[in-house]
């Protein structure tokens, strides 16, 4: 084990929506892969999470990036811009020359970066026309930026186990713990480091739904979930906006 810290930064994703703990807390990929790092390292292992839901990629590099590479780790996880492929100001130049630079700022000092194809969601949500081109573009930067730069790459996208929608919570946006289970055995692969065997298993599609019973559920989701986004928009509001990191510095994973 080379890995003797662990800092992963960026938006839900990372943070471990909709993975819950018993106590209401976040769980998610990122603590799971913490977890089993530690139990191969032993105790001196130490791990932070930076990541905030609903964060912006600029948010993201402006305020996590620099606490990270201050606290100096073996490890760090960068998953960011899936927020920003739903904005209508959505600039993706932009975004693909900062995501190479970012990755090479983390790189200089050495530290095994771990960075992400994001898995194919929009199959499920409205805007697909628009979103799907963006998110194949972002998706074709990373693989691009982590062969340059020597990143770690997990590719999330090319599994079609996603689109499964057990592993997907009801909002349709965030994993469900089965699909943070999956991404946590997929990182620990690419770093040739074993998992628990159940994380990878495949579960079962659901029984078709109905055509009326899944319009009345799509109904109940715009409602509950559609609805609340587009305000947040329109308001200039976030989900992470009194949010703050849930480990804002490396310690122990026990804590």
């Known amino acids: 084990m080379r890995w003797r810290s662990f800092v992963a930064v960026g938006d839900s994703f990372t943070e471990g929506m909709d993975d819950v703990y018993p106590d209401g807390t976040y769980r998610g990929w990122a603590d799971l892969v913490a977890t089993r790092l530690a139990a191969e390292a032993g105790p001196d292992f130490r791990y932070a999470n930076l990541a905030v ?24 996880s960068f998953a960011a811009g899936g927020n920003d492929v739903l904005r209508r100001g959505f600039d993706p130049e ?24 994001f898995a194919d ?7 697909q ?9 972002l998706n074709r930067a990373v693989g691009e930026t982590a062969e340059r730069h020597g990143a770690i790459l997990v590719d999330l996208y090319a599994d079609d186990v996603y689109l499964n929608p057990m592993l997907w919570s009801t909002d349709r946006l965030h994993l469900s713990a089965v699909g943070h289970r999956r991404v ?14 159940e ?13 009326l019973a899944a319009r009345a559920a799509d109904l109940r989701w715009a409602g509950r979930h559609l609805a609340p986004w587009i305000k947040r928009r329109l308001t200039g509001r976030s989900s992470g906006d009194l949010v703050t990191p849930k480990r804002p510095q490396l310690g122990p994973v026990s804590d």
Do not use: K, N, Y
């Open 199 to 211: 994380w990878l298993l495949v579960p079962p599609h659901p029984e078709p739904t109905p055509w």
């Open 121 to 127: 969601v929009m199959a499920r949500l409205p805007g």
């Open 129 to 137: 026309r628009m979103v799907a081109p963006r998110v194949q573009l």
């Open 53 to 76: 839901r609903g964060r912006l990629f600029p948010q993201v590099v402006t305020d996590q990036v620099p606490a990270a590479l201050a606290m100096r780790p073996d490890l760090i």
């Open 184 to 197: 946590a055995g997929q990182v620990l692969t690419a770093l040739g480091v074993g998992c628990d065997e």
């Open 94 to 117: 932009a975004l693909v020359s900062r995501f190479d630079d970012t990755v090479r700022r983390l790189r200089a000092d050495g530290a095994d970066v771990l960075v992400f194809r």
